[in-house]
T-cell receptor, first 109, second 113 residues
Framework: RKEVEQDPGPFNVPEGATVAFNCTYS??????FFWYRQDCRKEPKLLMSVYSSGNEDGRFTAQLNRASQYISLLIRDSKLSDSATYLCVVNGNTGKLIFGQGTTLQVKP | EAQVTQNPRYLITVTGKKLTVTCSQN?????MSWYRQDPGLGLRQIYYSMNVEVTDKGDVPEGYKVSRKEKRNFPLILESPSPNQTSLYFC????????????FGPGTRLTVT
C-alpha cells in the first residue's frame, strides 16, 4: 500500500460544478497535512494546510478525518483556472514529506 | 524577490558524466529538500536538510549526494548518472521544517542518455 494515495483522475467537470478529492494516508502518526496545486509540470505551490478542525479559503474547503486516515479537498463553483493537478502531502517520519501522485482536474466551459 | 532558484533548468547528459544541480534560496530558510517527479509516481523526496551541515536521506537517495555548507545553498550531485535518473527535479525550502509551507524552485529537467 502506498503511504499516500490519491485517485489520479482526470476529473472532468463543467464550470460552476462542485468537485471533491480524497486522499488516504497510511501513517497514523502523521501530524501535518497539505494540499498543493501544480500546473502543467511547473513547481507545486501551497493551496491549503489542513487542520484538524477543517478549514476554508474562499471556494476551497479542506477536511481531515484522523480516524479513517484521509483528507479531502472540496472546490465549489469551479473555474476554468482551477484546472490543475492537486497534490496531497503528508509528513512521514521526521523531516520527510510524502506526496501523493496527484489528482488532475479539468474544468470545461 | 523571495525565491528558490535552480540551475540548470534543462540538461541533457550521458551516462557516467558527473553533474551538479545547484539550488539556492534567499529567504534564510532552515529546511531544504530535493525531490524528483516521475509520471505515475508523483514527487519523491531524495534528500533533505534541517540545517547547515545536517542532511538526511529521503525515500529515493540512491545515486545522489548532497551537501549543505551554507544555509542558502543545497546542491544535488549525481556522481555517475544513469538513464533511470532521467526525471524532473525540484528543490524546495521551508522556514522552520517540513511542517510548514514548502517553497519550490522552478524545476530542472534532466535527461541521461
Amino acid at each position: 500500500r502506498k503511504e499516500v494515495e490519491q485517485d489520479p483522475g482526470p476529473f472532468n467537470v463543467p464550470e460552476g460544478a462542485t468537485v471533491a478529492f480524497n486522499c488516504t494516508y497510511s501513517n497514523s502518526a502523521s501530524q501535518s497535512f497539505f494540499w498543493y496545486r501544480q500546473d502543467c509540470r511547473k513547481e507545486p505551490k501551497l493551496l491549503m494546510s489542513v487542520y484538524s478542525s477543517g478549514n476554508e479559503d474562499g471556494r476551497f474547503t479542506a477536511q481531515l478525518n484522523r480516524a479513517s486516515q484521509y483528507i479531502s479537498l472540496l472546490i465549489r463553483d469551479s473555474k476554468l483556472s482551477d484546472s490543475a493537478t492537486y497534490l496531497c502531502v503528508v509528513n512521514g517520519n521526521t523531516g520527510k514529506l510524502i506526496f501523493g501522485q496527484g489528482t488532475t482536474l479539468q474544468v470545461k466551459p | 524577490e523571495a525565491q528558490v532558484t535552480q540551475n540548470p533548468r534543462y540538461l541533457i547528459t550521458v551516462t557516467g558524466k558527473k553533474l551538479t544541480v545547484t539550488c539556492s534560496q534567499n529567504m534564510n530558510h532552515e529546511y531544504m529538500s530535493w525531490y524528483r517527479q516521475d509520471p505515475g509516481l508523483g514527487l519523491r523526496q531524495i534528500y533533505y536538510s534541517m540545517n547547515v551541515e545536517v542532511t538526511d536521506k529521503g525515500d529515493v537517495p540512491e545515486g545522489y549526494k548532497v551537501s549543505r555548507k551554507e544555509k542558502r545553498n543545497f546542491p544535488l550531485i549525481l556522481e555517475s548518472p544513469s538513464p533511470n535518473q532521467t526525471s524532473l527535479y525540484f528543490c524546495a525550502s521551508s522556514p522552520l521544517g517540513f511542517s510548514y509551507e514548502q517553497y519550490f524552485g522552478p524545476g530542472t529537467r534532466l535527461t541521461v542518455t
